[in-house]
T-cell receptor, first 113, second 112 residues
């Protein structure tokens, strides 16, 4: 099956700085890569996603890049704000659009004011 | 509209007891998933329902775990003879024909 590795496990940045979280996957058949944000006591919420036919996608301060050859994808948050503090999870799906998600272990992002 | 709801939000039980967790998916969503999240860990897939197809049970950790779903409605996850290692947050998600899985707030299970 798929194996998703995520780094770092914790990340602390100053408000206004950028944050980068990286993930690798093992199954070349994976074709959809979402990123979820989980705030304390809540379920994960999708913040951005990318499909394997696209190399980069941006939504305001958040961007995701995908390198299919190297099988890695990254989340970039610019101009970080304290409300960005949360746990971020990368995930991958192979094949079916209704398949199970394979998650990374998460990154605890802390943004200091 | 309403999102995915789960009940109870918290459950404390004694080792050896059975527990039942409930998930109400978003109306019209054909697929429903259960995940387990241990403290400080990622999400671990448990089981997946898609319409009337046989569920994918490949993530269930033991035969003490089972789940049911009637049609495209409510699902229940049952854990029999609970053990302390079952303590975790159990998350339910649903989706329609798109990829985005919408998660509920989870049920925090504590086995004493």
């Amino acid at each position: 099956g798929e194996n998703v590795e995520q780094h770092p496990s914790t990340l602390s940045v100053q408000e206004g700085d950028s944050a980068v979280i990286k993930c690798t996957y093992s199954d070349s058949a994976s074709n959809y890569f979402p990123w979820y944000k989980q705030e304390l006591g809540k379920g994960p919420q999708l913040i951005i996603d990318i499909r394997s036919n696209v190399g980069e996608k941006k939504d305001q301060r958040i961007a995701v890049t995908l390198n299919k050859t190297a099988k890695h994808f990254s989340l970039h948050i610019t101009e970080t704000q304290p409300e960005d503090s949360a746990v971020y999870f990368c995930a991958a799906i192979r094949g079916s659009t209704l398949g199970r998600l394979y998650f990374g272990r998460g990154t605890q992002l802390t943004v200091w004011p | 509209g309403a999102g995915v709801s789960q009940s109870p939000s918290n459950k404390v039980t004694e080792k050896g007891k059975d527990v039942e967790l409930r998930c109400d998916p978003i109306s019209g969503h054909t697929a429903l998933y259960w995940y387990r999240q241990r403290l400080g860990q990622g999400l671990e897939f448990l089981i997946y329902f898609q319409g009337n197809s046989a569920p994918d049970k490949s993530g269930l950790p033991s035969d003490r775990f089972s789940a049911e779903r009637t049609g495209e409605s409510v699902s229940t996850l049952t854990i029999q003879r609970t053990q302390q290692e079952d303590s975790a947050v159990y998350l339910c998600a649903s989706t329609d024909r798109g990829n985005e899985q919408f998660f509920g707030p989870g049920t925090r299970l504590t086995v004493l």
